[in-house]
C-alpha cells in the first residue's frame, strides 16, 4: 500500500513531471498529427456527401470535436484545480492553469466552425440556439478563470482564487445550459437542432471520432508543453531548472 | 482559533452588528447608494432613445431591459463590498474572529442587497412604467426581482471576494459574476414574458426560488473561502 501510494505521487513533483512530460510531448504531437491526417482523410476524401446539406456539413469534422473538446478540458480543468486547492498540490494547479488557454482555443474554434457551418447550412453566421449561446457563455467562464489569474501577482494565490473560480463555475454550468435550453425553447419553439441523432454514416462518425483523438492527443501535447514552461518560471529559482534555462537562452 | 458554535448567543450579536455597521456606513455615503440607483434609471432609459419610441417593441423589450439593468446596476456597487474592509484591515479582523467566517460574509451580502437590490427594486415599476408594462405585468416584474436580486448580491460577492485586493477589480469582478448570473436573467425575464404571453410564470418563479436557495446555501462558503485565498 505504501510503496503503491509513492509510486503515484512520483511524477507531482514538478521536477520529475518536466522530464516527463518533456519526453511525452513529442509522442503525443506525432500521434496528434497521424491522426488528423488520417481523420481529415476520412472526413474530406472518403466520407459521403450528405444528401441536404451537400459538401458544407465537412466542417462537422473540426465543428463537433472541438465542441466536445471544449467541454471536456473545462471538467478537466476544474477538477486538477479542485486536486490543486484540497491537496494543495503545486502540479495540480500548474496543469488546470495550463488547460484552460486550450479550452478557452477549443471554445472559440467551435463557435467560429459553427459560424462558418451556420452560413450556408441556415443562412445566418449566428443563432441563439440553446448549444451555441451556451458555448459563448462557456468561452466567458474560461476568458473569467484565466484573467482572474493573470490580475493576481502571486502565482499560488493566483492558483487558488482561479481554481475556486473554476468550481463555482462547475457547479454553475449545467444549471447555465439547462436555463438557456428552456430559454431558447420558449422564445423560439422548435429551433434548429445541431444533433442529427444517430442515423449518422458510420465512416462520418468514424473520422468524427479518429478527429476527437486527434485534438485530444493535441491538447495533451500543448497542455504538457506549456506546463513545462510554467514548471520553469516558477521554479526559476532552484538549481535543477538552471541547464533548461540556460538552453532557452538566446546564443 | 477556537471557532465559536453557531448556537453561541455571541456569533448572532457579532452578526448583527456588523449587518448594521454596513447599513450605518450606506446610508452614510448616501452618494455611493444612490449612484447605482441612479445608472440603473439611466441604462434603462438609453434603450427608448437607442431603438426608437414604438411602443409595441418597448413593451416587449421592457423586462429583459429593466432586468439587464439591474444586473448592470447590482454590479456597481460590488467592488466595494470587501475592499474598503480590506484597506482598513477589518477583514482580517473578520478571518480571525472566532465567529463563523461564512455568517459574517452572509451578513454583509444581505446588507449590501438591501442598500443596492432593494433600491432597485423600488426604482423597477417606475422604469416598467416608461416601458409601457401593464400592472399585473409589473407585478411579476417586482416578485421576480425580489426573487432574483439577493442571487445577484450573493453570487456577486463570490466575485468581490474572488477580487479584494486586485488591481482593475471593478471590471474583473463584472467579467466574473455577469456570466454565472445568465440564469437569474433568463428566469427573471423570462416569468415577466411568460406572464404576458397568457402562460403560467410560477414556473420561472420557482426556479428563481431555487437558484435563491442554492446560493444562500453555497455561496457564503464560496465567498468565505476565496477571503482566506485572498488574504493569506
Known amino acids: ?251 | 482559533m477556537s471557532a465559536a458554535a453557531p448556537g453561541d448567543p455571541s456569533v448572532w450579536t457579532a452578526v448583527r452588528s456588523l449587518f448594521l455597521r454596513d447599513l450605518r456606513l450606506a446610508l452614510r455615503r448616501r452618494a455611493d447608494t444612490l449612484a447605482a440607483a441612479i445608472f440603473f434609471v439611466i441604462v434603462a432609459s438609453l434603450f427608448p432613445l437607442g431603438v426608437g419610441p414604438d411602443l409595441d417593441l418597448l413593451r416587449r423589450m421592457g423586462p429583459g431591459v429593466v432586468w439587464v439593468a439591474a444586473l448592470l446596476a447590482s454590479m456597481l456597487s460590488l467592488p466595494r463590498l470587501f475592499a474598503e474592509d480590506h484597506q482598513d484591515g477589518t477583514l482580517e479582523q473578520m478571518l480571525l474572529s472566532p465567529c463563523p467566517l461564512p455568517l459574517l460574509v452572509l451578513a454583509k451580502m444581505a446588507a449590501h442587497w438591501l442598500c443596492s437590490g432593494l433600491l432597485l427594486l423600488a426604482l423597477s415599476p417606475l422604469l416598467a412604467l416608461q416601458f409601457d408594462l401593464p400592472a399585473s405585468a409589473i407585478g411579476v416584474l417586482v416578485l421576480a426581482l425580489l426573487l432574483g436580486t439577493p442571487v445577484l448580491s450573493l453570487v456577486g460577492g463570490i466575485g468581490a471576494a474572488l477580487t479584494v485586493g486586485v488591481r482593475g477589480a471593478a471590471v474583473l469582478l463584472t467579467l466574473l459574476v455577469l456570466p454565472l448570473v445568465v440564469p437569474v436573467l433568463i428566469f427573471g425575464a423570462g416569468a415577466v414574458e411568460a406572464h404576458s404571453a397568457g402562460l403560467g410564470y410560477g414556473g420561472h418563479l420557482s426556479l428563481l426560488g431555487a437558484l435563491l436557495a442554492l446560493a444562500l446555501f453555497l455561496s457564503p462558503w464560496a465567498a468565505a473561502m476565496a477571503l482566506r485565498i485572498a488574504l493569506d
Not at chain 1, 503525443?28 to 472518403?46: I, Q, R, T, Y
Not at chain 1, 451537400?54 to 471536456?72: D, K, Q
Not at chain 1, 493573470?150 to 494565490?157: C, F, G, L, T, V
Not at chain 1, 437542432?193 to 492527443?217: C, E, Q, R, Y
Open chain 1, 1 to 251: 500500500m505504501g510503496a503503491q501510494r509513492i509510486n503515484w505521487f512520483h511524477f507531482a513533483a514538478p521536477q520529475r513531471f518536466h522530464s516527463l512530460a518533456g519526453r511525452a510531448v513529442p509522442w503525443f504531437a506525432a500521434l496528434a498529427g497521424v491522426l488528423c491526417a488520417v481523420g481529415l482523410f476520412m472526413g474530406l476524401a472518403v466520407a459521403p456527401t450528405d444528401y441536404k446539406q451537400g459538401e458544407a456539413y465537412r466542417i462537422i469534422f473540426v465543428h463537433v470535436p472541438t465542441a466536445w473538446m471544449s467541454m471536456l478540458l473545462y471538467l478537466a480543468m476544474a477538477f486538477w484545480a479542485a486536486i490543486g486547492l484540497i491537496f494543495n498540490a503545486r502540479l495540480a494547479s500548474m496543469l488546470a492553469i495550463a488547460i484552460a488557454p486550450s479550452g478557452a482555443l477549443m471554445t472559440f474554434l467551435a463557435l467560429w466552425t459553427g459560424a462558418l457551418w451556420g452560413k450556408p447550412t441556415w443562412g445566418t453566421w449566428w443563432v441563439w440556439d440553446a448549444r451555441l449561446t451556451s458555448e459563448l457563455i462557456l468561452l466567458f467562464l474560461y476568458v473569467g478563470v484565466l484573467s482572474l489569474h493573470a490580475a493576481i501577482e502571486d502565482p499560488r494565490r493566483a492558483d487558488r482564487a482561479a481554481a475556486l473560480l473554476a468550481i463555482v463555475g462547475v457547479v454553475n454550468v449545467p444549471i447555465i445550459y439547462f436555463s438557456v435550453r428552456w430559454w431558447n425553447t420558449l422564445h423560439q419553439g422548435a429551433s434548429i437542432s445541431i444533433s442529427k441523432g444517430s442515423t449518422i454514416d458510420p465512416v462520418m462518425l468514424n473520422s468524427m471520432l479518429v478527429m476527437t483523438l486527434a485534438f485530444w492527443m493535441y491538447a495533451f501535447a500543448v497542455v504538457f508543453a506549456r506546463v513545462r514552461s510554467i514548471i520553469l518560471e516558477r521554479e526559476r529559482g532552484s538549481a535543477w531548472t538552471r541547464p533548461h534555462l540556460r538552453a532557452l537562452e538566446p546564443a
